[in-house]
């Protein structure tokens, strides 16, 4: 995915996918508690973007499935392509939430939180 070629809401929905990563980052380096409370509603963020994200653009892949007149391999490969493209917030998000709850979890054994 170019990200030239992505929408205003596909770039805000990467955008909320990282976020979760962002503040993680920041608590391994100093972990606080407020730091540590704020993981849940950003991940939750995360999760929802990431998403709808995705199902906004099999959203679009089946729009424009609907506006073909006929079929053909180049529309196929068109399709399987947007398809793909719609899944990248879904990975993003996923992918940075997993690395973001590592980060916790590893601030959290360096603050002695689990002892």
Do not use: C, K
């Amino acid at each position: 995915m170019e990200l030239r070629h992505a929408g205003g809401f596909a770039l805000l929905t990467l955008m909320v996918d990282l976020a979760p990563l962002i503040m993680a980052t920041l608590y391994v380096i100093r972990p606080t508690d407020a730091r540590l409370a704020l993981m849940r509603p950003l991940s939750l963020a995360g999760l929802f973007a990431g998403l709808t994200g995705g199902a906004l653009g099999f959203l679009q892949v089946f729009q424009g499935i609907g506006l073909l007149t006929e079929f053909s391999a180049s529309h196929f490969n068109r399709i399987a392509a947007g398809a793909a493209e719609s899944l990248v917030p879904l990975f993003v998000g996923f992918a940075s939430l997993a690395a973001a709850w590592l980060l916790v979890a590893a601030g959290m054994a360096r603050s002695g939180t689990y002892r």
